[in-house]
């Protein structure tokens, strides 16, 4: 479908190139110091310590939640069926779910499954959708209509049928297989966002000039178009974050998500929907953990986005 | 431009006859016997089971089931399903009220979404942008379908202003809420990726330029901030127009929609090859048209983008 | 058994007149938009699964359409006893030949009139293996029956059982296989309802819109996923004992969704009430609910057939002493089930409250002892599968729990897509674990507990997904079908139940509940077999 292509202006080579390669050290010097001046940036705003130190904690909740809190929910007896769905108390202060475990000490062993779901699978998709996205982008011509028909199929595939196929090639059941089905399963997103930044941004002077002067295409990919199609991208990115968080308990109703006896904030929230009305704070909690988590990513996407992004100087 | 619209739509010819096969296969990969699934718990009688296996074609290899039926689908037979309903039958009254629904939503997360986000844009930093902020995290952790339920509850049992459920009222009453509910995730994507494009825009020379020329304000945002903050939205609201349409599974059971998503997932657990094919088609149908709009926006959005 | 929503034949039958209450407030009243007036109401029902031919609906949500559409020769009245309805009499002397008469008066809802003949066509059909009707096996008590039903890919040589005969248009003789003093009982499930000559002709069209001999005609088809409008025969032998007009059977697919109709008044009877509303709805409701015991039994099995881990019956009592049956009835279930202590259902003649014995009452310290007396399990771990879609995740889960504190394993939860999945893997020999699994009754009689799913037959032709094999057992099994007398069986079948309770195949956990709900509009109702019992509706 492609859009004029770029990469056909091929200058005669020698003539420039000495001119180029001058033009492309001088760049060069300019990303370096885009680098340095982004961490001033960043260095004064509070914002940034902020979100930082709230996912130092969360991290630190998933190497080590046994810091957290002197309950273990794999312990014999954690969970008294009596117990189900108290209110908070004192020494229980997010109070008990459906099968009477402590809410509190779920949430704080349910981070590491969900932070690794999350993340990973948000990273995966923005990685592998992000670069294809430029490919296809920066190409056009076949390239961008194969890949481009691909996405329509992955997006009309129901996600029950992918999801269970790709379970039944790599089994499932933990945080990894799951973050690895999201990630096959999401990718075209990001995908179609990039692509569509990357056309809407190769036609700007400053690509024109550095393809005027013979830069080649992975340089002008990632020199020049990456740092200007940030926005949309770590949008995209840190709210697929908490989606995929909550999103990894639909798959448990497939049989693959994470299983008991393991613990995430997706399915606490998805076992506390059903009596919600009557017991809301056994939703209520993991879910305010949940929004925290999203909320400090997408406070430091925000940072990071106006301290690098080249348009927001 | 007319030959590139022209060229997109005769590639769709080859991708659907390749989707067809593909579905098929992959919901042959699947796991189950859809005689069985009939039968429920209970074991199917071994008798009855396989008169109907043979009905259906389900002893033939799998390449001889998709001759079946795609010569059936080139004579205008989508087939029937496993307990004899056409499958046409489903789909003309299935998609009138999917479609319903995904325009509806999709007008109420695209007005709200980027409205939200414009506001957020200009007022950073202040109470709007914060308001939206929590609005949207909101969206994102609570469960589309506690949300649902509390509206549902709030307004249509306790106040009484929208229906509870279902399709009586007819479009719009009957729509306005369930299409909210099926819009809020997106409206939330909506609103920070017009918030994160705005600012930026608002930024670039030729806003500058604008403003130094002494254009209103009002003007300046209007035409030139938010035409050129779009394309990310657009390209979003592009690819959601199919998931609104194939993916609003749980909204239509909340509010007892009739619509493409609930079949499609009931379809798949049955293990309807058939009518999973012919619905998934469908939604590869309606994702190349709209991402074939959406391209064509790309240019009216940005002149220096076009075609070959 | 399909799990508690789509369970054909449940026998427990529910009385609930109210002395008309104060109408909760006439705003709450006048509020609701409910598409009924004029004595029509209306129910929640789920998609009935095929069209709407009596011979092939074997789930609840279309059963309850045909319920109403046709009239069989007996019927359930309000306790769940087998009475006749369109039948004057059902006779016999040795329980093997059945002489049928019927009453007068009856006619299709297109003035056809009802004779032996339409029974013996519409037996014919359903049992005929060509026609693949879902009841099929129903008919398979009746002689001749094998002919219709040579085997997949034999030809049917004859259309008609050799056991169906009309001595005349209001005497039908009927003659079994072997003696079987259910047969009535059986005839009671609409699968035996009779059919007007125009069915023959288009079956699939007449599906859409079904003509029977009920005490309703359909006002319209089907509307798929959308709703059923039935409204009142009135040439209906009995139209005057009932005073509804019509019923709008409204479709959903979700019983959260349907419950909040209820309260909004758009819907006047809700069967199945979710969930989510245990805790409220009788305060909801103020107390227009039914609430009483239902037919299905709900069990924790092994696959014993194969692995060998779970061979001593003491290592499965001792499971099943470690289970608190009566914490997880009220908090998991919020009172919707109640404690199993035998594997018969409490509505069922013949059942014995505790006939489990110790095996079922809740030991944590004989449980481990009697675990670690038979050896414990290999690892000291258990998998206890379930399927996901049927709401099973917390009860197991529970079990889990408990199982892994008072036996000091380490026990897990494992969810199947749905329970075919299990299925194809105790089939397939691939699945270790012990598994969920519920029956419910085909008729009201204790037989249907324990052929169906503990005898040898049953692992290749029924539901004996365990694998379990006991002679003696099998040997009461045919000695309570021979019995002169119901009392007499009766006491076989215990003794056949003792077995059980002795050898453990399965854990019986729970007995399930019916919970309903009703508007205001209506002063009472009753159900029997999952059915309304549409003479017993009475308006407000």
Sequence with gaps: MSEKTIEKTAPAEGAVSDKATAAEEKAAARQASLIRDGWEILRKRPMFYISAFVIVILLALAIAPGLFTSRSPFSDGFCQLQNSLNPPSSGHMFGYDVQGCDIYTRSVFGTRNSIIVGVVTALATTALGGLLGIIAGLRGGWVDTILSRVTEVFFALPLIVGALLIMSIVGGGDAWSVSLIMAVLGWPQVFRIMRGEVIANKHNDYVMAAKALGADTTRIAFRHILPNTLAPVIVVTTMNLGVYISAEAALSYLGIGIQHPNISWGLMISDATDRFLTSPHALLFPAAVLSITVLAFIMLGDVVRDAFDPKMR | ?308 | MRGAKSAKWVAGAAVVALAATACGGGDGDSKGKGGSSGGVISMEIGEPQNLLVPSNTYETEGGQVIHALFTGLTKLNEKSEVVNDLAQAVETKDSKVWTIKLKPGYTFHNGEAVTAKSFIDAWNYGANQDNAQQTNPLFSHIQGYKDLNPGPKKKVATKEMSGLKAVDDNTLQVTLDAPFSAFPAQLSFSAFSPLPKVFFNDPKGFGEAPIGNGPFKMSGKFQHDEKISVVKYDKYPEASKIEVKGVDFKIYSNLDTAYKDLLANNIDFHIAIPDSALATYKKDLDNRVIDTADSSVGFIGFPLKYNEAFKKPELRKALSMAIDRKTIADKIFQGARTPADDFISPIIQGYRKGACGDACNYDPAKAKALFQQAGGLPNNTLEIGYNADGGHKGWVEAVANMLQQNLGIKVTAKPFEKFQAILNDLDAKKYQGAFRMAWNMDYPDMENYLRPIFSKDAIENGSNYAGYVNEDFEKLLVEGDKAPSKDEAIKKYQAADDILAKDMPYIPVYFYKLNAGFSSKIKSISVAGHNVLWDTVKLS
């Design chain 2, 1 to 308: 431009m007319g030959r590139f619209v022209v060229r997109r739509i005769l590639q769709a010819i080859p991708v659907l006859i390749g989707v067809t096969f593909l579905i098929f296969y992959l919901v042959f990969a699947l796991k189950g016997d859809p005689i069985q699934a009939l039968a429920g718990e209970k074991r199917a009688d071994p008798n009855v089971a396989a008169m109907l296996r043979e009905q259906y074609h389900l002893n033939d290899p799998k390449i001889v089931q998709y001759w079946h039926y795609i010569t059936g689908v080139f004579t205008g037979d989508l087939g029937t399903t496993y307990t004899g309903r056409p499958i046409s039958e489903i789909v003309s009254e299935r998609f009138p009220v999917t479609l319903k629904l995904a325009l509806t939503a999709f007008g109420i997360e695209a007005v709200l979404g980027i409205t939200a986000g414009i506001f957020a844009a200009l007022k950073k930093g202040k109470f709007i942008d914060n308001l939206v902020l929590i609005s949207t995290l909101v969206l994102i952790s609570i469960p589309v379908f506690v949300l649902g339920s509390v509206l549902q509850l709030e307004l249509g049992v306790k106040v009484g202003i929208t229906p509870v459920a279902g399709i009586d009222d007819g479009w719009p009453n009957s729509y306005i809420l369930p299409a909210f509910v099926l819009a809020s995730t997106s409206m939330a994507y909506i609103a920070r990726l017009t918030r994160a494009s705005m600012m930026e825009s608002i930024r670039a020379d030729y806003v500058r330029t604008a403003i130094a020329k002494g254009l209103p304000r009002r003007r300046v945002i209007g035409i030139h901030t938010l035409r050129n903050s779009l394309i990310p939205v657009v390209t979003f609201l592009g690819m959601d127009l199919g998931a609104l349409m194939g993916g609003a599974i749980i909204t239509e059971r909340l509010f007892n929609l009739p619509g493409i998503g609930g079949q499609l997932a009931k379809s798949v657990y049955l293990r309807e090859r058939p009518v999973v094919v012919g619905l998934v088609t469908l939604l590869v149908l309606i994702y190349l048209v709209a991402n074939l709009v959406v391209d064509l926006l790309y240019a009216v959005l940005d002149p220096r983008i076009r075609y070959e």
